[in-house]
């Protein structure tokens, strides 16, 4: 059973930074597309960063300059490494891994991310 795990969710203050981890098992990242997406209480889920199997990565416009994805396919981890945290990244954050075509499409049990004073 393929599974992604998250890790690194927390609360912290505003200003304040956060690495997220997303370890995968039973795939290989290194066939995927890989991202992380959040939703918010009362929101829908919203995409914040991909990295693709060619390694370029793209970033939301709302976390642009903040955070930034980067993928380790020799420890089949993904991260999201958050800096100059709002209040309004408060969220749950998840990891997906996607195939070429979307045949295949798989999603952790996400993190829980609190920005608050």
């Known amino acids: 059973q393929v599974q992604l795990v998250e890790s690194g969710g927390a609360s912290v203050q505003p200003g304040g930074s956060l690495k997220l981890s997303c370890a995968a098992s039973?795939?290989?990242?290194?066939?995927?597309?890989m991202g992380w997406y959040r939703q918010a209480p009362g929101k829908q889920r919203e995409l914040v960063a991909t990295a693709t199997i060619g390694g370029s990565t793209n970033v939301a416009d709302s976390v642009k300059g903040r955070f930034t994805i980067s993928r380790d396919n020799a420890k089949n981890t993904v991260y999201l490494q958050m800096n100059s945290l709002k209040p309004e990244d408060t969220a749950v954050y998840y990891c997906?891994?996607?195939?070429?075509?979307?045949?295949?499409?798989?999603w952790g049990q996400g993190t829980q991310v609190t920005v608050s004073s």
């Open positions: 039973r795939i290989f990242i290194s066939l995927y597309t």
């Open positions: 997906n891994a996607v195939s070429p075509g979307r045949a295949y499409n798989y």
